[in-house]
């Protein structure tokens, strides 16, 4: 079964730092674009940012030139460093990505996300 497990999350002050990991797992599998999105009470879940298999990176306007989204491919996991945080930014923060499996002979693809994980800035 495809796992996807997020850490990082916490409680940090305005013009804080915190650093969100997301692991992969599955038993065979090749990890394709993986991303970032967050859900802020009574709002709609968003795109913080997202990376392909390349490197290819694409950010909300609303966190460009503060998060920096990257991945180490032969961990299949993936990285989201927030700078300069604000109260704003304060969400539930999900991984997705896109990930094939292959099983019986054959590969399969899913879109798959993680349980989430509370990011706070407050003072």
């Known amino acids: 079964q495809v796992q996807l497990v997020e850490s990082g999350g916490g409680l940090v002050q305005p013009g804080g730092s915190l650093r969100l990991a997301c692991a992969a797992s599955?038993?065979?599998?090749?990890?394709?674009?993986m991303g970032w999105y967050r859900q802020a009470p009574g709002k709609q879940r968003e795109l913080v940012a997202n990376?392909?298999?390349?490197?290819?990176?694409n950010y909300a306007d609303s966190v460009k030139g503060r998060f920096t989204v990257s991945r180490d491919n032969a961990k299949n996991t993936m990285y989201l460093r927030m700078n300069s945080l604000k109260p704003d930014d304060t969400a539930v923060y999900y991984c997705?990505?896109?990930?094939?499996?292959?099983?019986?002979?054959?590969?399969?693809?899913?879109?798959?996300w993680g349980q989430g994980t509370q990011v706070t800035v407050s003072s």
């Open positions: 997705n990505a896109q990930i094939f499996t292959f099983s019986g002979g054959f590969w399969s693809s899913g879109d798959y």
């Open positions: 599955s038993t065979i599998f090749s990890v394709d674009t």
């Open positions: 990376i392909t298999s390349g490197g290819t990176t």
